[in-house]
């Protein structure tokens, strides 16, 4: 056996997997720990064989960043190895997630605890972009949250580093109810402040508890936009209106205060939330100076990650974990990584391009097609 | 803004970028563990190929004359040009040569050419880079362009080279730290930068960046940062403008406890003296020399159709047989291969039964 293989060898026999927790069409996910110190871990296996250009560039992308980035914010990428036409990325364990948080109607989220998690949303995406990195697929079930409540970023299968100007990138990024408007307009040159409208998005989400710009299609997306926050103005938005897919509205809508909707929401908040939704991208907040945003220095302060809001599936789940430790039940089938409730609605990307620029489900669908937006 | 605030984590003393990346952790190394490096390995893969040679005609190896570190060396030095031309004929970014150049440079840190030869490695380690560096091109496009070169050529070796990587993808460039000081040192009022500047600007990266691809045949990126690499080729084209933009961020970096002393400037010249004297393609004669001795040298296991190839395809075959059976039997023989069959799982697109013989 060469050097190489061997040192492959020697890094599976760290990692046990345990048993299957999810699957997409491309990855299966397995549960499992690290053999020396029994610290539980995520195992996704993607298939590579049947990818006929080799190493699929999501998965290169997930592993070219996460091997680079350390930070308590964002996922860690414990190891890579290799087994026959598999590649198996050992991740951090983390068992929910931010859409399913949402979606638990038992939970109530203190403005307290909204706080928690947009701080370290923002500690995450700024530690990206301060690596030049950006995520393009910021959403709630992005977002995972460890036992102890750390919240962290997830998915760079979408990721890249931020273009030299002049340099085109794509446009087909982001899911739908996310994406920023420049992004819907088709502007091919773009930099960090589209992952700083998700985080908007994701803010707004977190505080309605349903998701806040939810378009039906592309097309509608804007519209849904600007009837939320009024059609953009040529002063507010220099130029947009030359971007290659702008067409003139039918209609014009006025701007309302984000205060009519947020009705409980205080000053700071929406203030910080309308600096994140600002439709000139270059105006747009960063995420350097989010986290310098009165908000986060306001009474009341963020709650300690430990105290935040947690899923009971999720609760149950530790405990049954933690009893199956104890009598090593291998019977036991509750859901490990990041299962979601039976039936919950995926946020997925539609268009073909996406399905093309995404080829293998990075984020692993535990309720299979469940209904898209 | 103010300064105190508690959040991005208050990291005691800033810590470049540069020293969180895989690259400065994992691939650094001094002149003499370079060195050591590369003869280990060399010494080891001769030890196993003598052995294999050994195991099947006793006395074959007596009369081999194996490849030392030097002369591996050299052949992939020639390699790193080939994948130049490469990347010339398909019009590849920068990056991606960089960064293909980098792969197989590090690939034969972990390997021997004795194993597996540069110009296949070459074509597999540009493939993949154009796949890190977000350039990608359909494995089609890109063997029909290469001659004699199947798909497979290319896919079988990816894993390995990925592995050897450690899975590592992301480099760091000095073509990109050179681009930046061209672009900072022309906003600056460095007093020896000529009126007109802006002009002969790009003539001057031009030529810096000819230095900067020489000093992709030499070391120089196992052992200096990308930044110094290409402040050294700076200091070839324009020494007197490297030397005050040097000065300049001193100046600047005045408060801070990183003083850039005579360490750097040190470091530039060995820099630059790497660059004139080992920056250059090998001769063309003694690699031929190297390649055909290669010939003779190489693991036996891996000729296609050897005896000791087959004997180890033989071997793998007859393991991945016993674990076959091993699976028969543990999913229980005798059953009625028609009963129970309706309680199976429907075939998914991911065989996820098929896993935990990974082995």
């Known amino acids: 056996m ?27 996910v397995y549960r499992g720990r690290e053999v020396a110190t029994n610290r539980k871990i995520a195992i996704k296996k993607i298939k590579v064989g049947q990818f006929k250009d080799g190493l699929d560039m999501s998965a290169i992308r997930e592993v070219k960043y996460l091997r680079e980035l350390k930070h308590q914010n964002v996922i860690e990428l414990l190891d890579v190895f290799s087994s026959k036409t598999n590649l198996n990325l050992v991740l951090e364990f983390l068992d929910s997630d931010l859409e ?34 950006l995520h393009r697929d910021l959403k709630p079930n992005n977002l995972l949250t460890a036992a102890d409540g750390q919240l962290k970023l997830a998915d760079f299968g979408l990721a890249r580093d931020f273009a030299d100007p002049g340099h085109k990138m794509t446009c087909q990024v982001i899911t739908r109810w996310y994406r920023p408007p420049e992004l819907l307009l088709n502007a091919r040159y773009y930099g960090s402040a589209v992952d700083i409208w998700s985080v908007g998005c994701i803010f707004a989400e977190l505080m309605l508890r349903i998701p806040y710009l939810a378009g039906d299609s592309d097309i509608n997306q804007l519209d849904t936009i600007f009837r939320a926050l009024g059609t953009p103005t040529e002063q507010e938005w220099p130029g947009h209106t030359k971007l290659p897919n702008w067409h003139q509205p039918s209609t014009t809508y006025p701007k309302t205060p984000l205060r009519d909707l947020f009705t409980a929401a205080s000053a700071d908040a929406l203030n910080l939330l309308g600096k994140c939704l600002v439709y ?71 268009s073909p391009e996406e399905f093309r620029a995404r080829s293998i489900a990075r984020r692993l669908d535990f309720a299979k097609q469940a209904n898209s937006p | 803004m103010s300064v ?45 190929i003598r052995q294999t ?64 030869h540069p110009k296949n490695v070459m074509l597999t380690a540009l493939f993949l880079a154009t796949k890190t560096t977000n350039n990608p091109i359909s494995l089609e496009a890109y063997t029909h362009n290469i001659p004699n070169t199947s798909p497979s050529d290319v896919l079988d070796l990816e894993f ?63 052992l200096y940062t990308p930044s110094q690499i290409a402040l050294a080729a700076f200091s070839l084209t324009a020494p007197e403008i490297a030397q005050q933009w040097l000065e300049s961020k001193q100046t600047l970096s005045e408060s801070s406890p990183t003083k850039i002393g005579s360490g750097v400037l040190g470091s530039i010249e060995t820099i630059k003296s790497i660059i004139i004297n080992a920056g250059q393609r090998p001769e063309t004669e003694a690699v031929r020399e190297v390649d055909r001795r290669l010939r003779l040298c190489k693991n036996p296991e891996k000729v296609v159709g050897s005896k000791a190839y087959l004997a180890r395809k033989a071997e793998e075959e007859k393991k991945a047989e016993e674990r076959r059976s091993r699976k028969v039997a543990s999913t229980g023989e005798g059953v009625d291969p028609f009963g129970d069959e309706l309680d199976q799982p429907k075939p998914s697109l991911v065989d996820y039964d098929d896993d935990d013989d990974d082995d």
């Open chain 1, 2 to 28: 060469d050097a190489v293989e061997r040192e492959n060898a020697d890094r599976q026999k760290r990692w046990a997997k345990e048993q299957k927790v999810g699957e997409g069409t491309y990855a299966v």
């Open chain 1, 100 to 133: 399913m948080i949402i979606k638990d109607r038992s939970l109530v989220f203190l403005p307290a605890d909204i706080k928690s998690w947009m701080a370290m949303t923002f500690r995450g995406l700024e530690f990206c972009h301060r690596n030049h990195i």
């Open chain 1, 280 to 350: 000139e991208p270059r105006k747009r907040i960063s995420a350097l100076e989010a986290l310098k945003h009165p908000y986060f220095f306001a009474i009341p302060f963020p709650s300690h990650p430990s105290k935040l809001p947690k899923c009971a599936a999720q609760v149950a789940v530790r405990a049954a974990e933690d009893a199956e430790q104890a009598n090593i039940d291998q019977n036991s089938t509750g859901p490990g990584v990041r299962a979601a409730e039976p039936g919950s609605r995926k946020r997925k990307l539609n």
């Open chain 2, 4 to 48: 105190d605030s508690p959040s991005p984590a208050p990291a005691p003393p800033k810590k470049p970028l540069y020293e969180a990346s895989t690259q400065f952790k994992h691939w650094r190394y001094s002149q003499e563990s370079l060195a050591d490096v590369r003869s280990k390995l060399n010494e080891a893969a001769v030890a196993v």
């Open chain 2, 53 to 116: 040679f050994e195991a099947y005609e006793p006395g074959s190896s007596s009369n081999v004359s194996f490849l030392n570190a030097n002369e591996e060396h050299l052949l992939v030095t020639f390699y790193v040009t080939r994948i130049t031309q490469l990347c010339g004929h398909f019009r590849f970014p920068e990056e991606v040569e960089a960064t293909a150049a980098t792969y197989l440079k590090r690939f034969y840190l972990k390997n021997t050419v004795m194993d597996w």
């Open chain 2, 160 to 222: 390995l080279i990925a592995q050897s990587l450690g899975f590592e993808f992301a480099v760091w460039h000095a073509h990109r730290a050179l681009w930046g000081i061209c672009l900072t040192s022309a906003l600056q009022q460095l007093p020896s930068i000529p009126p007109d500047y802006a002009k002969s600007q790009s003539s001057v990266y031009d030529t810096a960046l000819n230095h900067v691809r020489a000093s992709r045949l030499t070391d120089a990126e196992f």
